[in-house]
């Protein structure tokens, strides 16, 4: 799960990440996007907390619904104002918006519902707008650790000393990224060669920064863009909690 802007205002999406290894699957050749609009909801356009329970047993509905008529694969959820919708990839498409139809005005008349239905062959829904961005995607994995943070008790309030590593081909792309950090104030912690075939020119550094997820990305996301300028590659953070 992800949170990202879209048009000024949060969204939320929930993805299956790991369909990413076989999309797009040739026998899933359409996309059914269904899923209602509700009225509880914040000034985010986000569900409240008793909103969820309900827009639950929508999606559980639906996918009963879904999963009794035709082959499917449920690819992610994306909630943004107050709209929850599921992207199905489905074999088929017959009887499908029939049944669903029936679903939301039987069982759901207070909800105003929303069914699309289009062939979808290069799985574009799902590559292009659920899955994660570079960004996105470096925000989700440093928010892991900012979680990991803050179940130690951290409130990550206070600034803190934040290692870096990254790796070069040779002493060259390493010096070019050096120049870089140490004009952004990081210091140098460690510098060696390992047996690594491909890029086994170390670099370790160090700057204190803030680590709330934001904040952090920011800073991730920088340093990779400057570990490719230099050809080398950006291999992650760490810290400790500060209570």
């Known amino acids: 799960m992800y949170m990202a802007e879209y048009g000024k205002k949060p969204g939320s999406i929930t993805l299956n990440m790991a369909l990413k290894k076989t999309a797009p699957l040739k026998n899933l050749p359409y996309v059914l996007i269904t899923g209602v609009s509700f009225r509880n909801c914040d000034d985010d356009g986000m569900p409240t907390k008793r909103e969820f329970a309900n827009l639950y047993k929508v999606a559980d509905s639906v996918k009963a619904v879904v999963d009794s008529l035709v082959k499917n694969t449920l690819a992610g959820t994306f909630t943004h104002l107050c709209q929850r919708l599921d992207y199905y990839y489905v074999a088929d498409t017959a009887n499908l918006r029939e049944q669903l139809t029936q679903l939301y005005k039987e069982r759901f008349p207070l909800y105003m519902p929303s069914i699309a239905i289009k062939e979808d062959k290069a799985w574009a829904a799902y590559l292009d707008f659920l899955y994660p961005n570079e960004e996105s995607y470096e925000f989700m994995q440093n928010q892991k650790m900012v979680m990991a943070l803050q179940k130690g008790g951290d409130k990550l309030l206070k600034k803190r000393p934040v290692d870096h590593w990254l ?14 950090a140490t004009k952004q104030g990081y210091k140098v912690v460690a510098k060696e060669k390992v047996a690594f075939p491909k890029t086994p020119f170390k670099l370790h550094l160090s700057r204190t920064d803030r680590v709330d997820a934001a904040s952090i ?17 950006y ?3 760490e810290t400790f909690v500060v209570k």
């Open 167 to 180: 790796y070069f081909k040779n002493e060259v792309d390493r010096n070019c990224f050096i120049s870089y």
């Open 217 to 233: 990305s920011k800073i991730t996301i920088e340093m990779k863009k400057q570990a490719k300028k230099c050809n080398g590659e």
């Open 235 to 237: 291999d992650g953070w």
